[in-house]
């Protein structure tokens, strides 16, 4: 196995720049409900950027294949739901 690549932290971006919080100015449909969590908990927001941290990592840690693997399940259980769902308004719609 090859050694790890060291990098200074001289070179390496802070946890700050990282994970900043979102502007709201540059997604204005959630403007609204970052300004209700930031007003009423916080810990919220910090919760979501948790979980946005833990499911990169976890990305990170899949090989290529095992990523596309992922990939290609999720796709196949979009198509399914779809669908399902062309096949439940299909039903509605006879039925009315």
Not at 35 to 40: I, Q, S
Request: one cysteine or more.
């Amino acid at each position: 196995m090859p050694s790890p690549n060291i990098v200074s932290d001289e070179f390496c971006a802070t946890a700050e720049q990282i994970f900043r919080p979102v502007d709201p100015a540059l997604v204005p449909e959630i403007a609204d409900v970052l300004a209700y969590w930031n007003e009423h908990d916080p810990d919220v927001i910090g919760a979501v950027a948790d979980v946005d941290r833990t499911l990169i990592w976890c990305a990170l840690e899949q090989s290529p294949m095992e990523h596309l693997k992922e990939c290609a399940d999720m796709m196949a259980s979009l198509v399914s739901f779809r669908e399902r769902a062309d096949e439940f308004v299909k039903t509605k719609k006879s039925a009315a």
